[in-house]
């Protein structure tokens, strides 16, 4: 069984920024596309970021582009989320998620860690 943990969350004031880690235990890490998504509360939760097994290719979402910067290491089975310039509206629980298939901006991933808490002040 695949286990990720999330870490790096916590408190930072707006133009800020925040590194987010990611974990993975129990299986073969560098053949898992990866992915970050986030969960206001009240709120559906939404993708972020996405990077695929060999890190080659990215994806992010509009309000990620230009501010946040997925990356991998896979010597260490850890995913990245660098986070800059970071907004109110980006307070929210984060999410790593991992699947064998292709990295994408959809839900379809197999494992999901538990989340770890960014709270953007003003």
């Known amino acids: 069984q695949v286990q990720l943990v999330e870490s790096g969350g916590g408190l930072v004031q707006a133009g800020g920024s925040l590194r987010l880690s990611c974990a993975a235990s129990?299986?073969?890490?560098?053949?898992?596309?990866m992915g970050w998504f986030r969960q206001a509360p009240g709120k559906e939760r939404e993708f972020v970021a996405a990077?695929?097994?060999?890190?080659?290719?990215?994806y992010y979402s509009d309000s990620a582009k230009g501010r946040f910067t997925i990356s991998r290491n896979n010597a260490k089975n850890t995913v990245y989320l660098q986070m800059n310039s970071l907004k109110r509206e980006d307070t929210a629980v984060y999410y790593c998620?991992?699947?064998?298939?292709?990295?994408?901006?959809?839900?379809?991933?197999?494992?999901w860690g538990q989340g770890t808490q960014v709270t953007v002040s003003s």
């Open positions: 998620a991992a699947t064998a298939g292709i990295a994408t901006m959809t839900f379809d991933y197999d494992y």
């Open positions: 990077i695929s097994w060999s890190g080659a290719t990215t």
């Open positions: 129990g299986g073969t890490f560098s053949s898992y596309a």
